[in-house]
């Protein structure tokens, strides 16, 4: 009920990059102080090679955007490593900047070493034994799974997607009474099915079946499947491992 009661507008972030409009990773960078070296919708204002040198130039600790992680680490050597910053990289609901794919377990969208590479002729061994090691590297935030496990590395929870219906509707001035539901389901697997994940899905459902335990893929085709959204958060209520 805490909780609940701790959710409006202001914290829930809707997750969707695929807009034409500034989205909730764009909305979320700008809520703070940040020096946008990576302006994505603004691009009347995309800044050049010299305003970006002007920025890691400056030894004043700041908050960074940029979401090209080699292009981030050249800039802060080419400047002579003189600022302190916290380092805000590539945002998505997907992949993140140090995630990679991974054999019969995520979409093949490219192997964090290649990525680095192309991008801008860094490995990942500068990135983990000089960029992220430098004292005057403060922290890196991005998303979803990493290729590495660095104390100064932080992924930002995804969290639930809602639509704007569904936070409205808390603001109502009478809403629906919360009621917290027992434990009763152990795990709860809602996830589009795709080619890559299917083979996940058969091997964790078979693991759970030899055990007598059932489980089920419950994610909705779309609208008119089952009772779409209320369904979800009820089942959500009552699992105790979300996959």
Known sequence: ???ASLVNK??????????DEPNQFDVFVHSFDVDDLTTVFDTENIMTQEEKQKVWSNPHPHILHE?????AMLGFERAGSIKPHVLLT?????WGALSTAVPNRTVQWGDIKTVLQNSGGCTLTQIIEWYLNHPNVLAVFTTTHQAIDHPKVHSIPLGVKLDWFFLDLLHQDDPPAVVVKNKTQLLMINS???????LQFQTIIESFRRSSIKVSNTHAAGPGVGNGMSDYLDELQRSKFIL
């Not at 979401?67 to 292009?71: A, F, K, P, V």
């Open 90 to 94: 590539h945002l998505n609901e997907n």
């Open 1 to 3: 009920i805490k909780i």
């Open 192 to 198: 589009r099915v795709s080619d890559e994940r299917m």
């Open 10 to 19: 202001s914290t829930i972030m809707k997750w969707f990059t695929k807009a």
């Open 67 to 71: 979401s090209n992680l080699c292009q």
